[in-house]
């Protein structure tokens, strides 16, 4: 993710199959505070829906995301798709 024309952030994730499994995110320290977390979390996750995998999350960041919003449990393995 880029903020003013600067990396602020990136998610790390693995494909398997049709699964995209979060594995890392961070937001560069410079970028605190901004909410630019949130806006990844949202981004990189609506990109896997649109695309038609589903999510699983091993990242803390993107698992804490997706405990708030409850609007994508459809399509989270272990939520509204069993494991």
Do not use: M, Q, S
């Given at each position: 993710m880029f903020y003013d024309?600067?990396?602020?952030?990136?998610?790390?994730?693995?494909?398997?199959?049709?699964?995209?499994?979060f594995v890392h995110t961070?937001?560069?320290?410079?970028f605190a505070g901004k909410g630019l977390g949130g806006v990844l979390a949202k981004q990189a996750i609506e990109d896997v829906i649109a695309r038609g995998r589903t999510v699983t999350a091993h990242c803390p960041f993107i698992r804490a995301y997706l405990d708030k919003h409850p609007e994508?449990?459809?399509?989270?393995?272990?939520?509204?798709?069993?494991r």
């Open positions: 024309g600067e990396l602020a952030g990136f998610t790390e994730y693995v494909e398997r199959g049709n699964d995209t499994d961070e937001i560069d320290d410079a994508y449990d459809a399509h989270v393995v272990g939520k509204g798709i069993p």
